[in-house]
C-alpha cells in the first residue's frame, strides 16, 4: 500500500515559479512510475507530467510543455513538479498518482495510476 501527499500549492502571481512535491509513504517508491494531473470542477483529471520509475524518462502534456518539470527523488520518496511562467490557466486542484511496480513508464490516462493523493491546490492570480 502507498500512501501519497501533495504539498506545495498556493496562491502565487501569473509569471512567478511553484514547486510542488508528493510524498510517498510505504515502501517500493523507487519501483513506480509516477505523474501529475490536474483536475478544475467539472473537468476531467488531465494528465500533466509523467515520469518511469529510474527518474530517467519524462513526458509532458501539450498544455504545460516548456514550462513544466517533473523530477523523481527516490532517496527521498518525492515526486516534484516546477512549475515555471505561472499563468492563470493553471489555476485547480494537482494531484500525484503511483503506477504498479511491474509497469515501466508513466501513462497519460489517470485510470492507468494505482494510488492517489488528495491534492493540492493551486491558484494563480493576475
Known amino acids: 500500500q502507498v500512501q501519497l501527499v501533495e504539498s506545495g500549492g498556493g496562491l502565487v502571481q501569473a509569471g512567478d515559479s511553484l514547486r510542488l512535491s508528493c510524498v510517498a509513504s510505504?515502501?517500493?517508491?523507487?519501483?513506480?512510475?509516477m505523474g501529475w494531473f490536474r483536475q478544475a470542477p467539472g473537468k476531467e483529471r488531465e494528465f500533466v507530467a509523467g515520469?518511469?520509475?529510474?527518474?530517467?524518462?519524462?513526458s509532458y502534456g501539450d498544455s504545460v510543455k516548456g514550462r513544466f518539470t517533473i523530477s523523481k527523488d527516490n532517496t527521498k520518496n518525492t515526486l516534484y513538479l516546477q512549475i515555471n511562467s505561472m499563468m492563470s490557466e493553471d489555476t485547480t486542484v494537482y494531484y500525484c498518482?503511483?503506477?504498479?511496480?511491474?509497469?515501466?513508464?508513466?501513462?497519460?490516462?489517470?485510470?492507468?495510476?494505482?494510488?492517489w493523493g488528495r491534492g493540492t491546490q493551486v491558484t494563480v492570480s493576475s
Open positions: 498518482g503511483a503506477r504498479q511496480s511491474f509497469y515501466v513508464g508513466a501513462a497519460v490516462r489517470d485510470c492507468a495510476y494505482e494510488w
Open positions: 510505504g515502501r517500493g517508491f523507487s519501483t513506480y512510475p
Open positions: 515520469i518511469n520509475w529510474r527518474g530517467e524518462s519524462t
